[in-house]
């Protein structure tokens, strides 16, 4: 299995990476954040508990993500392997997903971090703020707080794989094209 996970803070372009790579290798993408919003649009009752949380720009509890995790990884049993976008977002997420993906006879591949400044990743929110219709990308305030939670809660996250040798940095500016290059060189590195 090809088990990925795309990591780096808010804005740096998981999603539209994520988006290639499911393409290219027939995985699945699970990505936290969409399917938070997609409860928030069914008015679930976990939508409706996520929603001021997520509009505030903070975690939602741990326990809620790993077991939307844990539910989708249970109904795919014969996929090619996994995208993991927005998830793992803390130590306890990231520890949860090894015991998980263990149980399943299988691991973590790589992870690939994409670095981006914060001015850029600024600038990029604020910009799909005009579109998105998300509260989050509304206003700068919120967006700093989003980069303070990822600063404080999430980075730590790339010590934890490198210690695995599974980190792999690489630069989110340039081209999306560009970008893509460098995560299937990056990708070959494990195969
Ligand atoms: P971005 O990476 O641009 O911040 P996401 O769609 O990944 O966008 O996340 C949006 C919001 O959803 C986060 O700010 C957070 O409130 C919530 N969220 C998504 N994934 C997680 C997670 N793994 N743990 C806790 N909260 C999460």
Same mark, same amino acid.
């Given at each position: +299995?090809?088990?990925?996970?795309?990591?780096?803070?808010?804005?740096?372009?998981?999603?539209?990476?994520?988006?290639?790579?499911?393409?290219?290798?027939?995985?699945?993408?699970?990505?936290?954040?969409?399917?938070?919003?997609? #409860?928030?649009?069914?008015?679930? #009752?976990?939508?409706?508990?996520? *929603?001021?949380?997520?509009?505030?720009? &903070?975690?939602?509890?741990?326990? %809620? %993500?790993?077991?939307?995790?844990?539910?989708?990884?249970?109904?795919?049993?014969?996929?090619?392997?996994?995208?993991?976008?927005?998830?793992?977002?803390?130590?306890?997420?990231?520890?949860?997903?090894?015991? +998980?993906?263990?149980? =399943?006879?299988?691991?973590?591949?790589?992870? =690939?971090?994409?670095? %981006?400044?914060?001015?850029?990743?600024?600038?990029?929110?604020? #910009?799909?703020?005009?579109?998105?219709?998300?509260? &989050?990308?509304?206003?700068?305030?919120?967006?700093?707080?989003?980069? *303070?939670?990822?600063?404080?809660?999430?980075?730590?996250?790339?010590?934890?794989?490198?210690?695995?040798?599974?980190?792999?940095?690489?630069?989110? %500016?340039?081209?999306?094209?560009?970008?893509?290059?460098?995560?299937?060189?990056?990708?070959?590195?494990?195969?």
């Amino acid at each position: +299995m090809l088990n990925i996970v795309i990591f780096g803070p808010p804005g740096a372009g998981k999603g539209t990476q994520s988006q290639l790579l499911i393409d290219q290798f027939n995985l699945i993408h699970l990505s936290t954040g969409d399917i938070l919003r997609g #409860e928030i649009a069914q008015g679930t #009752e976990l939508g409706i508990k996520a *929603k001021s949380i997520m509009d505030r720009g &903070d975690l939602v509890p741990d326990e %809620v %993500v790993i077991g939307m995790i844990r539910s989708i990884l249970e109904k795919n049993p014969n996929a090619k392997g996994f995208i993991f976008d927005g998830f793992p977002r803390t130590t306890v997420q990231a520890e949860s997903l090894d015991q +998980m993906l263990n149980e =399943l006879n299988t691991s973590i591949s790589t992870m =690939l971090s994409l670095d %981006v400044d914060v001015d850029e990743l600024t600038k990029r929110l604020l #910009e799909r703020g005009k579109s998105s219709g998300r509260a &989050d990308d509304a206003n700068e305030s919120i967006i700093r707080n989003r980069i *303070k939670e990822y600063n404080k809660k999430t980075a730590p996250l790339k010590k934890f794989y490198a210690k695995q040798n599974k980190l792999q940095s690489i630069t989110g %500016v340039g081209s999306v094209d560009s970008i893509y290059t460098k995560i299937c060189e990056a990708i070959d590195q494990i195969k």
